[in-house]
Every structure is written in structure tokens, then in C-alpha cells.
């Protein structure tokens, strides 16, 4: 069997979205002739979320080498004024204004001396042990993913000094994109030549959109297009099966799953749900809105009127999400309307699709509205228009209240989806890659 190095910050005991993919690669790859030796961070280190249950999912026999990890978050924190528990992190600020001195001074330093991340500090250590692995064993190939982008400047190091083919995996874009700081100019082209260097040197880029390759194409037009695969995210077919199919439905359930926060917020959505309550006050006890995850306080403020029809779920482990996407009437999915996002296919629009559940897709057009379109999923609707969503809404909860509410989605288009099939494409990609050499 092939053995393969995977570079990540994401894994057990780390939860959120991130996790996920990497640790399904890991789970699946032995069924396809490949060995994955994992180096990450220790188990003590800075997650935004934590979730030890996702241990369990590991193959038995897996190497996990770990290394220390110096991460700034705790001075970060405490010159802010954030709370551990904050649904933000150094990673994941996103662009808008900051109102106080000290936010925009640690967003200075965040923007100048954190290059290409808040993680760059993790490369001497991770360098140093990935070095030692390859010496101890025969590796056929190097593989990381980002964000956080210092992965890739680990595996670029760990491919100079050893010559191993490697492949570059992005979650999402890098320069400029959305989850990454505003620079000024000398830093920007300091990133712009990680970004570039990597791009360059991996022997294969792999993204999970299409979007995200455009994204690095446009400031790297120069990269050759037979390096470039498409593997999207995905969800596990076995995620679902330890629960009933049929369960009792006798509240229409509108679900979010994850994190809230920023941009990323449900204002269109809580006044639309406002709207139909002051207009069909009878079904106020038949309808609940639950967001699952991290919420940013001041969020919770602005639909705090709506009383005991929202529920605030803090953030659980993946075995009790996919409870929560399987209980729900309705899967509620929020991208906000900006030109990036027009590329984005959340990992967690994907569980929705495996929970085969109705979407109600508050998002721009872009991939996640065709896709949602193509598998016959559910209803993409601007995420600006108050009225169409209030529209949909009570449409879905007509059905609901009839026993009509389902979806007939094409069973081959979303068996493709399925990690072990995503797995398998990049199984194949290994094997082309070590082809080569």
C-alpha cells in the first residue's frame, strides 16, 4: 500500500466544517490503496471549535504524528476583549470595520506580521517533524490543505528538501478572499508570493469549487490547467444511518447549522419570519427557527423580539448536527450577497443534501444555487428579498401542515457526492501523480 502525508491544521479533536473533509479522506483512503500519515497540531492547540468525538472516526492503525504549535490567540483575546468561546478567530475576522483602537491595531498587526496566517508559526515545528517521518519511512507522496495557508508552505519546504510529489488541496481561495485580512501593499505581495510559489510548485491543485480555482487564476493566470482538479465537499453516507428515517414531525422546524457571524447573518430571514407571524399569528406555536452553532451575541440581540421561536443551540458535537439537520422540516442555508461568495459550496450545504431534507437557500446565484437547482434539493432565493422569502416560508409550511412536504432528488446525482465516491476521485489523483514520477 501507498503511504501519503497529509499536512493539516484541522483534525480530531478540532471540530467545525473544516475538520471534515481531511478526516473523511483519512477514514476512506486504505479502501483505495493508500496509506495516510497524518501531521498535525497537538491536541491542546488554539480550535475555534472542539469536538474529541470525531477521534472515534479515525481508521484504527492511523499514524497521527503531532507537533507544538506556538498561536497568539490568548494575547489576542485579551487585548480585544473577546471571549475564549468568541465564534471568531484570528483565521476567520472577517473585513468589516472594527470599533475599537484595540481592534484595529491587533488588525494591523494580524494584516502585517501574520503571513500567510495567524498558523505561520507552526512551520519550523511542523518542517522539522515532517522531515523526520520521511527519513522513518517511504512516502510516495505529500498532501496539504488550506486554510490555514501555512499548510501549503509546510508541504512546499517538505517537497524542496525531499523531492516527494505533492498536492495542493484549497478549501478556499487564498489572496484577498473573504476569511483572509486587508494588507497593505508590501505584505499583500509577500502572500501574493506564497501564493504563487505554491501554485508553481505542487505538482497538482486541487479545489472545491470552481470558483476558488477562478479566483487564483485571475492572479495566476501563468499556472498550467492540466495541474487542476475539481473534488468538491461532500457528506458521509454513514453519518446518517444510525438514526430512524422517520421521525416525528409535529413542529415545523426550520434549521441553520454553524456559525453566525459578521456578514454571515439571518436579518433578511428573521424579518421575513417577523413578517408572516404579524400576519398568521395562529401558527406562532407551530413554528420554530433553531440556529445550531456559534451566534454571535449581537446577532442574538436583533431577533431577541421574536421570543420562544427561536432557539439558540450552542455548538454540539457532528453526531448530534446531523440529529438536529434530520429532526428539521426544513434546512435553512445563508450565503450574503457579495461577488466571491457567488463561488462558495459550504461543506455544510452537503450534510443538507445527504440529510435529503427541503432547502431554503438564502443565497446569490453562483454554485450553491445550481447546484441546489440540479439536484432538486429545494429553493434558492435572493438573500435581500424580505417578501419572496416570507413567500416561501409559509409555502413550505402549507406543504408541511398538509403532509406534503418532500423533495425527489436524483439518487445517482447525489450518491456522487458521497465521501467515499470524493475519496475515491482523489485516490486517483494520488495514483496519477506518482504515475508521473
Not at 483602537?101 to 522539522?128: E, H, M, N, Y
Not at 502572500?191 to 479566483?215: A, C, H, M, N, P
Request: charged share 30%.
Amino acid at each position: 500500500m501507498k503511504k501519503v502525508l497529509i499536512i493539516t491544521y484541522y483534525f480530531p479533536p478540532s471540530g467545525g466544517a473544516g475538520v471534515q473533509r481531511i478526516l473523511k479522506f483519512v477514514k476512506y483512503l486504505p479502501e483505495f490503496g493508500w496509506e495516510p500519515v497524518v501531521l498535525t497540531v497537538k491536541e491542546d492547540a488554539d480550535f475555534p471549535a472542539r469536538d474529541p468525538s470525531l477521534s472515534t472516526e479515525i481508521p484504527p492503525g492511523i499514524q497521527v504524528y503531532r507537533t507544538p504549535i506556538f498561536e497568539p490567540y490568548d494575547f489576542y483575546r485579551k487585548f480585544t476583549g473577546q471571549k475564549k468561546e468568541s465564534p471568531t478567530d484570528i483565521a476567520n475576522l472577517t473585513q468589516e470595520k472594527k470599533g475599537s483602537l484595540a481592534d484595529r491595531l491587533s488588525d494591523g498587526i494580524r494584516a502585517t506580521f501574520f503571513i500567510p496566517d495567524a498558523r505561520c508559526f507552526w512551520k519550523q515545528f511542523a518542517v522539522k517533524k515532517g522531515l523526520q517521518i520521511i527519513r522513518e519511512q517511504t512516502m510516495d507522496l505529500l498532501f496539504s490543505s488550506a486554510p490555514p495557508y501555512t499548510c501549503h508552505l509546510i508541504a512546499n519546504a517538505l517537497k524542496k528538501k525531499t523531492g516527494l510529489p505533492w498536492i495542493a488541496d484549497f478549501r478556499d481561495s487564498w489572496v484577498g478572499w473573504l476569511s483572509t485580512p486587508s494588507r497593505w501593499f508590501l505584505p499583500r505581495m509577500m502572500d501574493g508570493y506564497f501564493e504563487r510559489s505554491v501554485l508553481e510548485k505542487s505538482d497538482r491543485i486541487v479545489t472545491v469549487t470552481q470558483g476558488v480555482k477562478e479566483d487564483l487564476l485571475s492572479r495566476n493566470p501563468q499556472i498550467n490547467s492540466k495541474k487542476w482538479r475539481l473534488i468538491t465537499n461532500g457528506f458521509d453516507s454513514e453519518d446518517f444511518k444510525s438514526f430512524p428515517k422517520h421521525l416525528k414531525d409535529d413542529v415545523f422546524t426550520l434549521t441553520y447549522t454553524g456559525s453566525l457571524y459578521g456578514n454571515r447573518n439571518p436579518r433578511i430571514l428573521i424579518e421575513a419570519l417577523g413578517a408572516l407571524l404579524e400576519e398568521r399569528a395562529e401558527i406562532r406555536k407551530t413554528v420554530r427557527l433553531q440556529f445550531v452553532g456559534r451566534v454571535e451575541d449581537r446577532l442574538k440581540k436583533d431577533f431577541s423580539h421574536l421570543g420562544d421561536v427561536i432557539e439558540v443551540i450552542p455548538y454540539v458535537p457532528h453526531t448530534k448536527s446531523i440529529q438536529y439537520l434530520l429532526n428539521a422540516s426544513v434546512l435553512l442555508l445563508i450565503i450574503d450577497d457579495a461577488p466571491q461568495n457567488r463561488g462558495i459550496l459550504t461543506g455544510k450545504l452537503f450534510e443538507y443534501i445527504g440529510a435529503r431534507k427541503p432547502i431554503l437557500a438564502l443565497a446569490p446565484e453562483g454554485e450553491a444555487a445550481d447546484l441546489i437547482r440540479q439536484l432538486n434539493v429545494g429553493r434558492v432565493v435572493s438573500p435581500t428579498d424580505t417578501m419572496k422569502v416570507k413567500d416561501n416560508l409559509l409555502d413550505y409550511y402549507t406543504q408541511w401542515k398538509e403532509g406534503k412536504l418532500a423533495i425527489r432528488p436524483s439518487r445517482k446525482a447525489i450518491q456522487r457526492l458521497d465521501r467515499r465516491v470524493l475519496t475515491e476521485n482523489l485516490a486517483a489523483v494520488f495514483d496519477d501523480v506518482v504515475k508521473e514520477r
